[in-house]
């Protein structure tokens, strides 16, 4: 029962101010808690009349008399009061959950609180106030169904704009530390984690100068636990960095949320990793130099260094190693894993690398590692002390919160991950971080089971995060190491995580209704007659079944992870019987989203990697049949999973071949590699190049056919992304130029076309400081900035992305060929002659002879680049070239392989490609091992004689060849390759065409 009048309440809200502020407070007293009240009073409609108290024209009309002197201006007033008032309120409608989301944005209560009035008010509680408004509103709106008007991503494009980003900045670089600002930072730092979840948001929390003021509390908290680094304020003098060496922080201050908003603002990005240990407060605090500690004058330091893209150098003096323990060398191999075991590349099965469970499938090309790796700097380069003093901070994981341990093993994971640790941080992170973790984990998950479920206060929400949350950075930590996981695996974490994906499969507990009971009707009928400012939304989603959601997700992910590489993990991982939970997973339903379906295909693409495996127990549970029902899935990413997935069932040994093309796969796959999407067009080909392999005559042509010839030319002749990419940038380009002419009419450089719109990826400008003095004043920012530049345009350049998606559907495309025409199978006779011969001719006829020669030389051939302007400043840009990538240069020999060992007609055809033999002349130098014993694969098939009338063709070919100089280079093979195997197959090469000439 209502203790104040409705009528009585909203008079008072539109009258003058002391009556405002009364009205407001008995409303607070008496709404505080009780979630019916809430909803009456949003039925009375009280949410507009205390939205407008907080407009700057409230108070103009009622209150020309009450008005504080310019003396007062300073001082809180009435008007200051019913604004907090206003604000706690609708923190408190915002807190009642997802159904106060829709009258809440009717009323247009977030951008009042947005406004400037209250995110830039001279009072800090007021400013604080209308910032736990918006964390309110979006923890509810985690919670909200899709139909809401305020959800995550919304939320985000409204928050995540210039001027709010500019009061954000503003009140996180608060010169003086206090109370107010500590708490006004938590709620930033919160707003920051719950929303940053896309890349043009991490994007522009860099460019706006919000992760260097973020790494400033950092900076200000190592101050605090006196960890800054020997010498650290001289050199900071010296480089001109003494202004951003911060105040310690308060006593009483927390670190909650800051480590966890930089997390999500780095991401999986090396470039942001790199900004956060190369902002200035960083650089100030925990320098990297040369120090002895036994002089005192500043004259006698060194100068400071950047710490290293890809570290090796070890300084004589690195204090933050003290705060670790002493591992020996002889610990290790008994206690992760043995050093022979950790020669693997950080590349997945097959060449595919695992880091991304998603979509990415392919591995960078040698060159795109090279630049990756390649420093600016001169000779070796020294890693960040921010790494162990991150190691540090997790391992005192009892004593700080949950919040900040899964920050900083977060950050600890982009770092490490980004190459910016030395790779001897391995086996620290396997020996000390893979246990933290797990325990944690297992300690997470003993308070869940006795929580009750419908207890969400803030601190049993914070204490469940680490179940949610670290399965995710356990994956993303372990993915591509063998060591790492061989630390998980002995850690427990199979049956630990396994453990984890059954409970949140299994059946929820009975979850109440959020609503109380209430004597009046609920009906939609008599609610649709009200404005929709008094109208309550969609309940949602109870918060236990998002835990439950969210734990599955990034429980497959982890399981997933740590199937990469080991049958042994994978067979363990069946054993704990969670095949049905991952099949379940495939299904999409509202409690299998998106997100957990794509984490399903993951893992069951890696666990497909054991033919054993793959043969009973994925074939007793029928993973094909929701893996092929989610190729036509209306969600392109689902379909990119799914297809990556398929790859492995498809092989000549799955018993699932056979079903997956009775339900159409082929027909599927070939649309898919069609697709405008790369990734898609990509796994498709990638799935079929598997699906034909020792296939019958029948299939592949089929597959051909339905392919359609034209198109797969095109996939492994032409740049289609490259060129898509080129055809959209002139004509922007056009289109910028001829709005110039439109407004100017003297003469334009065309080059400011190129400028400008690399401009659109490329900032110029990567520190911002609220001082006067210009950052780059500072030596090491210079350079800082120069690397920094660098590795932003490798890492978001959209012409290196089209050129590298290119480079790998080519890959796969010409892989499809090599087995269309290798092992080919009739149902008579496996592996026949005639049957290869037959192939070989039919892809003559589709494809064109001389067209499919021309195509297999031309990926011989280096590649001149598509020049994105033709003039920048008055002068011709410099032609840009790509040497033939060596998978490529693979596929192209061993297609020639397969010809060669055909019949003397097909040889005797590819000796007579007298172009396409000198460009593989070059190659008996390449520093690819496989390209090299391909190469004597090649020779050796051409030389073969089948019977004695081949003897005059045979003796042809090898006179051919030694003309062209492929005798005296495999000589060279012979005698002086590094490579056992290379010898060998020279040898045997040799021993074949020296008789036939």
Known sequence: MMV????????????????????????????????????????????????????????????????????????????????????????????AGPAFLTPLHAAGALPAVLSSTCLQNDHASIVLAALRVVRDIAAAAEYASPSSPITLASLADSLFTDSHLESFYHILTQKTPSVDNDSQTQMIACLIKILCREERHQSVLVSSGILDALATKVASFIAFEGLVLPRAEMLACLEGLEEYIPAPALSHASLDGVLGAIASIIGESPYRACKLIYSPSI???LPLAEIDLAKTSMSSLGLMELPGIRPTKHLNFQPMDLLLPYNPPQANNHTVIPPSSILRETQGHNGRSASKYLNNTTPRTQSEENGASNNDGDGEEAESPLIPLLICAIRSWRSVGGADVLGATAILTSLFKAGLAYKTRETDLGLLIIPIILNILTEADIFSKLSDVNDWCSNVSSRLLPVEEMPAILARLITDSELLQKAAFDCNAVKILCKLLKESCGPPPPLPKSWSWSPHSRS????????????????????????RIKVRQNTLKAIGALATYKDDYRKVIVEQEVIPCIVESLNPAPDNPISVVLAACYTVRMLSRSVNILRTTLVDHGVSVPLCQLLRHRDVEVQVAASASICNLVMDFSPMREPLIDQGVLKALCEHAHSHHASLRLNSLWALKHLVHSASVDLKKRTVEELESGWLVRLICDDTEDDALFSARTRSEREAAQEMLDDMDEDIDMGLAEDQSRRNWLSTSFYKTPTARAPADARILRRAEARLENLREAEINPIRKARHDDLAIQEQGLGLIRNLIGGAQSSSNADSPNDTTEMIDFLFSTLGQDRLFEILASKLRVKVLHPFSQQRNGTATETRILPPQTKIIESVIYILVHIAASIPRHRQLVVSQTELLKQLAKLFNNQDREVRVALCHLINNLTWQDNA??????????????????????????EGDDELDVRERAKSALWQMKPNY
């Open 4 to 95: 104040a009048d409705p009528r009585s309440i909203l008079a008072k809200l539109g009258a003058t101010t002391p009556e405002r502020l009364a009205a407001l407070r008995s409303l607070k007293n008496e709404l505080v808690g009780h979630s019916q009240k809430k909803e009456d009073w949003v039925r009375y409609g009280v949410l507009r009349p205390i939205v407008g108290i907080l407009s700057p024209e409230a108070y103009e009309a009622n209150d020309e008399d009450t008005r504080p002197s310019f003396l007062a201006l300073n001082t809180f007033t009435d008007e200051d009061a019913a604004k907090l008032q206003a604000l706690q309120l609708l923190a408190t409608f915002a807190n």
């Open 283 to 285: 650089l100030a605090t």
């Open 949 to 974: 009338s081949d003897g005059p063709g045979c003796s042809q070919r090898a006179t051919e060849l030694k003309k062209l100089g492929f005798l005296t280079k495999l000589e060279a093979l012979k």
């Open 524 to 547: 939609r009928d008599s609610t649709e007659e009200l404005p929709p400012e008094c109208r309550l939304g969609e309940e949602g989603q109870h918060r236990h079944l998002v835990h």
